[in-house]
């Protein structure tokens, strides 16, 4: 059931809404904000990965012991990073020895793979030039000083994956090889087995995978024969994983939605058993290395990150039954610590993000918080999400998040409907987190609502959800963006003169082809937004080259759908001002889409970042785009 958001903001002065002063400076959102991710534990110690803007964007391993105190885990110079898939994830790794943690890793730019005990770091294995090795997913052999891992070898052609087996010495052993992509290989605690997945082209990992595992022999360093438990019909099974005791864990979407899989092993083989009735989603689509939406506990329990109606639950499996546990709002799965308190990464809607550690029920401690609030900010200045559930093309319904402008000081005027920020997130297999976020924040502080739309292909409801974008990118998620702002303006919501519509990468063309299709928007802005399909499929990377064949079809093929469906070729239907923000270094989606389609606009305009890839890190970059984007929309609502 829908809840009908307040469309107006705590009594104060009356500035134009859009204008309102914000205590949400470029700073406060470039300069000191942490991000974190990937959170791990062992013993009682708590890790995770946390990106530092005025650190130039270094990602640093850092640790909480189990006297509370916080360290770095990396020495001064080194950034946690890879660019296998371009995207990356996974790149470190970390156990206790002795009590003390190790961690090895890939460098974001000297690559490799590097050990640390937290003052030096020496090298295990190199780049090399040609062919160049880049890493991902490491995982410490249980049993030896070597690392399990993911490797893309680029030379001539098109890059080759194979997982490998790296010692401390820096040689390496292929242990399996022959697919185009690999992802998680898992030992066993005991490290009898490894555990992996796979695909190939034109598949993605969200729609058809490979889970396979293989007993490895460690008198030769290979692996034995391999057992596919991918099951009788193709989906896509992920985020293989093992318990204390040594039982593997995978979630599979072929019930509809990623419902963990247990395997149990005896002398006949790997079993399988289904863990619906969940009633939530547990798993995510596989865009970075790294995800862990289960972990297993002893006694045969699973804990797990379930997403229902697009919101964040913490469940647990024991018995054969799933229960909702109060573990405060993680956008993780909780890791539990040796003395039955659990570690995750708080993010509820109205709080930065925090690292958290505390008990099921009980109030959590959030001891290293992403950023600290200005004094005197209430809840009445944050503004938090309404679910909104809504009639889309072809009676189907669709899902968003809304937010009302939000502030202790200003509100809007008598009669005033305050301007409306429509959000197409990029995937398109992405979400709208509820989470508290800045890039939310940024806006309704200053007076504007924002919708941010789960349009048909987002992660979260289910496989149908996500397959209704099958064939229909550029149609569907442009009528579900639309219908979603008529939905706003029908509840007297939102200013219908003042709608503006921003999106990164996939969501750029949605951005783009809703400028084109309808007269709702007074403006709009594309950040690394894709803008010419043909382009995107001959020059994008290994990872994303087959995409479209699902979201499109196949090309050169169906050429005839790319070019309708490209917002170059609409951009003749594009009559409102258009701003185009851009890497200089982007791969995924190369510069030149934007600046192809700046020319064809007569009211737009390009800013390029040369440093730039595929998403904004560097303070200078964040700082200037949030900057530039409300002067732009200011400047067009004659503020």
């Known amino acids: 059931m829908t809840t009908s958001p307040s469309p107006t903001a ?11 002063p914000s205590w949400v400076t470029p700073e406060l959102v470039a300069g000191r904000t942490l991000s974190f991710s990937e959170l791990r534990t062992a013993g009682n110690w708590t890790f995770w990965l946390e990106s530092r803007p005025d650190e130039e964007g270094r990602s640093v391993i850092t640790a909480r012991d189990p006297e509370g105190r916080i360290r770095d885990l990396i020495p001064p110079g080194y950034s946690v ?48 030039e040609t062919p160049e090795h880049r890493y991902a997913d490491l995982t410490f052999d249980p049993l030896s000083e070597a690392v399990f891992c993911v490797r893309e070898s680029h030379g001539e ?10 010692q401390s010495n820096g040689s390496e052993t292929v242990l399996v090889k022959g697919a185009d992509f690999y992802a998680a290989p898992r030992p066993s605690p005991d490290g009898r087995f490894l555990a992996w997945f796979s695909w190939n082209d034109p598949a993605m990992p969200w729609t058809v995978t490979t889970l396979c595992v293989a007993p490895f022999d460690r008198t030769t360093g290979t692996l034995g024969p391999v057992t596919d438990l991918s099951g009788p019909k193709p989906c896509s099974i992920i985020e293989p994983c093992w318990s204390p005791d040594g039982t593997l864990y995978a979630t599979s979407d072929a019930s509809g939605r990623w419902t963990p899989i247990r395997f149990f092993h005896d002398d006949t083989g790997w079993h399988p058993h289904s863990l619906d009735g969940a009633n939530a989603e547990i798993g995510l689509p596989h865009w970075v290395f790294g995800q862990r939406s289960m972990a297993p506990l002893l006694g045969n329990r699973l804990l797990a990150l379930g997403i229902r109606h697009g919101l964040n639950h913490v469940l647990l499996e024991e018995n054969g039954h799933w229960t909702d546990v109060s573990l405060g709002s993680p956008v993780n799965v909780t890791q539990p610590l040796e003395d039955g308190h659990f570690a995750w990464i708080d993010a509820p809607a109205d709080a930065p993000a925090a690292i958290a550690m505390g008990r099921p029920g009980e109030a959590c401690n959030r001891f290293r918080t992403s950023v600290t609030l200005p004094p005197g900010i209430t809840k009445a200045d944050i503004a938090t999400p309404t679910p909104l559930t809504f009639p889309t093309a072809n009676g189907a319904e669709a899902h968003a998040l809304f937010y009302a402008p939000a502030s202790s000081t200003s509100a809007l005027q008598d009669g005033e409907k305050p301007p409306l920020v429509v959000m197409a997130h990029g995937g398109p297999t992405g979400r709208a987190n509820p989470s508290f976020a800045f890039k939310v924040q940024w806006w309704t502080s200053r007076g504007f609502a924002v919708l941010d739309v789960n349009y048909r292909g987002s992660t979260g409801f289910g496989r149908a959800y996500r397959e209704a974008l099958d064939g229909q990118w550029g149609v569907a998620d442009i009528e579900d963006c639309l219908a979603g702002v008529q939905a706003v303006l029908a509840r007297g919501l939102a200013d219908p003169a003042r709608c503006v519509i921003r999106g990164s990468s996939a969501g750029g063309l949605t951005v783009l082809g809703a400028l084109a299709q309808s007269d709702l928007f007074a403006a709009g802005t594309s950040l690394y937004g894709v803008t010419d399909l043909r382009a995107l499929a001959e020059e994008t990377h290994k990872f994303e080259a087959r995409y479209l064949d699902g979201l499109i079809g196949p090309y050169p093929e169906d050429e005839a759908v790319y070019l309708k469906r490209s917002p170059i070729t609409q951009a003749g239907g594009i009559s409102v001002p258009v701003l185009f923000l851009h890497g200089g270094a982007d791969r995924v989606v190369p510069l030149s889409q934007a600046e192809s389609m700046r020319t064809k606009l007569e009211h737009s305009a390009l800013h390029v970042y040369p440093e730039e890839a595929h998403g904004f890190r560097a303070r200078d970059t964040i700082e200037d785009a949030l900057q530039r984007e409300l002067a732009f929309y200011q400047q067009v609502f004659g503020q």
């Open 10 to 20: 705590t009594p104060g002065a009356t500035s134009a809404s859009g204008n309102w």
């Open 81 to 128: 990073g890879t660019r296998v898939h371009e995207y990356g994830g996974g790149a470190w790794d970390v156990r206790l020895k002795e009590g003390a943690p190790q961690v090895v890793f890939s460098d974001r730019k000297r690559g490799g793979i590097w050990f640390s005990n937290g003052t030096t770091a020496t090298q295990w294995a190199q780049a090399a």
């Open 157 to 166: 052609g098109t890059p080759v994956a194979t997982l490998v087996h790296v």
